[in-house]
């Protein structure tokens, strides 16, 4: 499971962190254990504001996809336990956002991370999606912010 912490300040996104947590263990539950203390770990050492996860996508393997889904959870469950608003995203959009295609490869995902976050020493292919899945709340909270404070700003004319 991969992980990306990026700072927003107005427009401009910097690297903070990012890593992969690796599940431990031979059985199921302990493998999701091991996933939560470390990501219970990241979330404690960085103090995020907010959290972005990725959507599932359901494939032709559906024991993969019942694995990949309650890793998920995990990744849901984490934030929230530490009270954060967590924006779900799914990959086509994220590629869109930072790549500016839907159907981009990882390869190009973990390029255009690395222009847009210079200074990232990226972890591997998870940790770029995470760090682009972190890219792409940041643009949606912008955006959002900007419509909502001008949605006040009209009400106020009126």
């Excluded at 493998?31 to 203390?37: A, F, G, I, T, V």
Aim: aromatic share 4%; net charge positive; hydrophobic share 45%.
């Amino acid at each position: 499971m991969g992980w990306g912490v990026v700072d927003v300040n107005g427009t401009k996104c910097s690297h903070v962190a990012n890593g992969v947590c690796q599940s431990k263990g031979t059985e199921l539950a302990e493998r999701l254990l091991s996933l939560h203390e470390q990501l219970t770990a990241v979330l404690q050492k960085f103090s995020p504001d907010t959290a972005a996860v990725e959507k599932t996508f359901v494939n032709k393997d559906g024991a993969g996809t019942l694995k990949l889904g309650q890793a998920r959870a995990i990744s849901l469950l984490v934030p929230a336990q530490f009270g954060l608003k967590v924006g779900e995203y799914a990959p086509n959009t994220v590629k869109k956002v930072v790549v500016g295609v839907g159907h981009a490869d990882k390869r190009q995902v973990k390029h255009m991370v690395q222009l847009q976050l210079p200074t990232a020493d990226i972890g591997g292919a998870d940790a770029a999606d995470a760090l682009a899945i972190a890219l792409c709340h940041a643009h949606h909270t912008q955006f959002s912010n900007r419509l909502d404070a001008a949605i006040v700003k009209a009400g106020a004319m009126t």
